[in-house]
Nanobody, 120 residues
Framework: QVQLVESGGGLVQPGGSLRLSCAAS????????MGWYRQGPGKQRELVAT???????NYADSVKGRFTISRDNAKNTIYLQMNSLKPEDTAVYYC??????????????WGQGTQVTVSS
């Protein structure tokens, strides 16, 4: 089993910044792609950003130039630096990971989510 634990959410004013972290632990042989998704009030869950084990990144158009995803493979941890936050960024942010265990079986995991609220 694998656990993803997010942290770093909170309340911030428009234009402010937050940094989210997601640490993976458990039966991990290798983690392939990791990413951040979000679900705003009354909306479907959507991609925010992903990063491969090699460091290749992909961003939603709505966050390009404002958010930066990064990864520490030694710590099985990813980060999301969020700058110039807007009220429409308000959502629960979820961490996601594609994990291969020691039996070479691959599974997809989700974290429990962390709330980000952008409001004055």
């Amino acid at each position: 089993q694998v656990q993803l634990v997010e942290s770093g959410g909170g309340l911030v004013q428009p234009g402010g910044s937050l940094r989210l972290s997601c640490a993976a632990s458990g039966s991990i042989f290798r983690i392939n792609t990791m990413g951040w998704y979000r679900q705003g009030p009354g909306k479907q869950r959507e991609l925010v950003a992903t990063i491969t084990s090699g460091g290749s990144t992909n961003y939603a158009d709505s966050v390009k130039g404002r958010f930066t995803i990064s990864r520490d493979n030694a710590k099985n941890t990813i980060y999301l630096q969020m700058n110039s936050l807007k009220p429409e960024d308000t959502a629960v942010y979820y961490c996601n990971a594609d994990v291969k265990n020691y039996f070479q079986s691959a599974y997809n995991y989700w974290g429990q989510g962390t709330q980000v609220t952008v409001s004055s």
